[in-house]
């Protein structure tokens, strides 16, 4: 195999021979390097490279990403189902709804009015709606709505409380204390046992209204109504078509002297159709026809009597 | 002389730059070793309420953050020999020291040994305008000093007040607000060659550094090396590098004379190279490890193996005993310090109260160096290492740092030079508006 030549008969090489000497490799920095690396030791070099590049980077692949509007469909459906799938969890489900402090006509009505496909989940709920909806209701004072915990859409209700029945035109009213309307009725008779008041602006001064009938006590019996007249002044109406007027201004302590001269000297049992105490100072009494020309008769007799 | 002036501020005010951003760099070009110190300076140091003097004599306003030492390229005697080697070399350490940092410094102040300096005492007298001394008449009466020729292709690198005289009064350090009529200076100038400092320049610029000032190495070793009460009462400082030594004698804390032997521990290795037959870099190793200058019986019995890689085995197998190396490097030694004796004595060192002689650099650390010396340069010699400074890396403590260390301090608190002052206004090359200031103030 060896080739014959002049190789074979030349010295071999020793065992042990010097390798040849690597160049060494320059310890110093390129030029280029050396650049470089004060570069990189620069305050303002070294932020842009650590925190300006990346936030540069992710900024713009983002920009990228949404820009293509697949992607942001995407992104919007995605959010969308993660939100379902949170809202219908069984913690959030709402199954009924309960109320509180109300008729059950009121109950009904509420029921009518805030119609919810139980069982539905919680943050679909516009509790905030469905108060101001209740609210809405005149015959709601106050109303609270809230889910309870278990599932449950608490509606604690506080009824106003009727006082007063109000006559306008064909329409009777049940007003409470403050004059609100709380609802409407067919007959007077239903409620029998409330007062009645007629007139227009009657229901601005129900207080009033409610202050002479707790003092017109001694003649309840015989009280039929108040009537607001003028929107300003009330009479008090009695049974055998009597009215008392009362003035504008302290009608209660006129309807006091009234009642106080009834005691003394039964005031209201005589025929007498109109009690004016407009003028506090000065009670005046309209009579009726008949008593009117009895009296007439009798003062002849007595001046017939005097003259023959 | 107004060119080197305005050189010479331009460097002053990119110091001062360099203070304010904090930052500055030493760079010690030398023949063995090119050494690079990133100083930081974090302001003066709070003084403390039981002491008078902060710590490190008041020189603690600087801290240095990196060190880096490299093997010197393309330096010989202290000089630039070639620009490329050279440049690679600084890159290098101020690349090492940048990182060791981790700041990016872009002002440097150099210094270098060679460059054959020579001293200049010069004197300067002038009549004192208006009672007491002012910071004018102090630049006058430098300026009035007369200049000698210190011959073409030169520049002055150092030219230092050392001593002011008001009156019959000598030795003022600092004269003005003080009254008196006349007012006289000794300055000690030093010059060397241009083609050094520019190849410096050069070299510096290259690597996108910016020169911010030069010292002469021997000066640097002076003030780091001399403890205080030397550097007041008189003593020579000898920096003895690996291509040339440095001398400078300092009297009352103000370098009065530096000259440079261009002798040093690099002919002692060439010499153990010739004399033994081995490459550089062995006898560089040999050096280090087994050199000495005073002989015992003991080393003719301790063997050196020499080593080496010529292939040759009996070559390779040479062993030499210690005294045989030491019989080598004593006559070389011997020769510098002669040398230095001789620059000494021509200085007139001998006349100086005290005799005190400080031996520092690399080669000083040669071991019974400080019994050979004081055969020579007399009795009083002592081998000094340079101040310890904050933050110094405990590798770049040693002698061989001297003018390193030694620069920073001449950094931390720079010597008043003749460009500190301003150029008086007659002095002035055009008539500026200085000067019409002047003709107002003397006139109105």
Redesign the interface.
């Given at each position: 195999m060896q080739q014959i030549g002049a190789d074979q008969y030349a010295r071999p090489e020793p065992p042990?021979?010097?390798k040849p000497k690597k160049a060494k490799r320059?310890?110093?920095?390129s030029?280029w390097a050396?650049?470089v690396?004060?570069m990189w030791?620069?305050p303002f070099y070294r932020s842009m490279l650590r925190v300006g590049l990346p936030t540069f980077l992710i900024l713009t692949a983002a920009g990228w990403y949404i820009s293509n509007p697949t992607n942001r469909f995407a992104i919007a459906e995605k959010a969308a189902e993660i939100r379902n799938s949170v809202e219908s969890r069984p913690e959030f489900t709402v199954k009924l709804m309960a109320i509180d402090g109300a008729t059950p006509v009121v109950d009904a009505a509420i029921r009518e009015m805030v119609p919810v496909d139980f069982p539905v989940s919680s943050f679909d709920l516009d509790l905030e709606g469905m108060q101001q909806t209740i609210a809405a209701l005149d015959v709601i004072e106050r109303v609270s709505v809230r889910v309870r915990p278990g599932g449950v859409l608490q509606v604690d209700v506080a009824e106003r409380e009727p006082a007063i029945i109000w006559r306008t035109g064909g329409n009777i009213d049940l007003l409470d204390r403050t004059g609100h309307r709380v609802a409407s009725l067919t007959e007077r008779q239903v409620r029998a046992d409330l007062p009645l008041i007629a007139g227009q602006g009657a229901n601005e001064a129900v207080g009033e209204a409610l202050a002479l009938i707790t003092a017109s006590g001694p003649i309840a019996p015989r009280l039929r109504g108040l009537v607001r007249v003028g929107e300003r002044r009330w009479d008090l109406v009695l049974d055998r078509d009597q009215r008392i007027m009362l003035p504008e201004i302290a009608p209660v302590e006129a309807l006091e002297q009234v009642l106080a001269l009834d005691e003394a000297q039964d005031l209201l049992d005589r025929d007498i159709t109109h009690i004016d105490m407009r003028n506090p100072g000065r009670p005046t009494l309209r009579m009726a026809e008949q008593a009117v020309e009895e009296l007439r008769r009798i003062r002849s007799l007595d001046r017939g009597e005097a003259g023959q | 002389m107004t060119e080197l002036y305005e050189q010479q501020r331009a460097m002053r005010a990119m110091r001062k730059t360099a203070m304010q951003r904090g930052v500055i760099a030493i760079l010690d070009i030398g023949t063995s070793k090119i050494g690079c110190l990133v100083l930081r300076f974090d302001g003066q140091e709070k003084m403390r309420e039981t002491d008078g003097i902060g710590s490190l004599a008041g020189q603690s306003g600087f801290r240095v953050i990196g060190a880096a030492t490299t093997r010197s390229r393309g330096v010989r005697f202290g000089e630039i020999s070639a620009m490329q080697e050279t440049e690679r070399a600084i890159r290098t350490a101020v690349q090492a020291a940048q990182k060791m940092a981790n700041l990016r410094v872009d002002h440097v102040i150099a210094t270098f040994s060679g460059a054959g300096p020579r001293s200049y005492g010069v004197a300067g007298e002038v009549e004192v305008e208006g009672g007491s001394v002012t910071e004018n008449d102090i630049a006058r009466v430098m300026a009035s000093c007369d200049v000698p020729d210190y011959g073409e292709g030169r520049e002055v690198l150092h030219a230092q007040p050392v001593n002011f005289a008001l009156d019959h009064r000598s030795g003022l350090s600092d004269p003005r607000g003080q009254v008196g009529k006349r007012l006289a200076v000794d300055m000690h100038l030093l010059t060397v060659d241009a083609d050094t400092i520019r190849n410096v320049a050069y070299c510096i610029k290259r690597c996108d550094l910016e020169l911010a000032g030069l010292a002469s190495s021997s000066y640097t070793a002076g003030l780091s090396s001399l403890v205080e009460d030397e550097q007041e009462l008189g003593a020579a400082c000898i920096d003895m590098g690996g291509g040339a030594t440095g001398v400078s004698i300092f009297m009352k804390k103000h370098m009065i004379f530096a000259d440079s032997v261009r002798l040093g521990g690099d002919h002692v290795t060439s010499d153990i190279s010739k004399g033994l037959q081995v490459p550089l870099a062995i006898a560089e190793r040999i050096k280090t490890f087994y050199g000495g200058v005073v002989a015992t019986g003991m080393d003719d019995r301790e063997m050196i193996e020499i080593g080496g890689d010529s292939g040759d085995w009996e070559k390779d197998r040479r062993r030499v005993s210690r005294a045989e190396l030491i019989g080598i490097m004593r006559p070389r030694v011997e020769e510098i310090l002669e040398e230095v004796r001789a620059r000494l004595d021509a200085a007139g060192f001998d006349h100086l109260p005290s005799q005190q002689i400080v031996l520092t650099g690399g080669a000083s650390q040669i071991p019974g160096l400080d019994g050979l010396a004081p055969r020579i340069l007399g009795q009083q010699v002592r081998i000094g290492r340079p101040l310890r400074v904050q933050g110094l890396p405990q590798a770049a403590t040693g002698a061989a740092f001297a003018s390193a260390v030694g620069l920073s301090l001449f950094a931390a608190c720079p010597q008043d030079e003749w460009w500190d002052f301003d150029i008086p206004a007659e002095r002035y090359p055009s008539k500026s508006l200085r000067w019409a200031v002047k003709w107002f103030k003397d006139n109105w």
């Open positions: 042990m021979t010097r320059d310890p110093a920095p030029r050396y650049r690396h004060r030791l620069t | -």
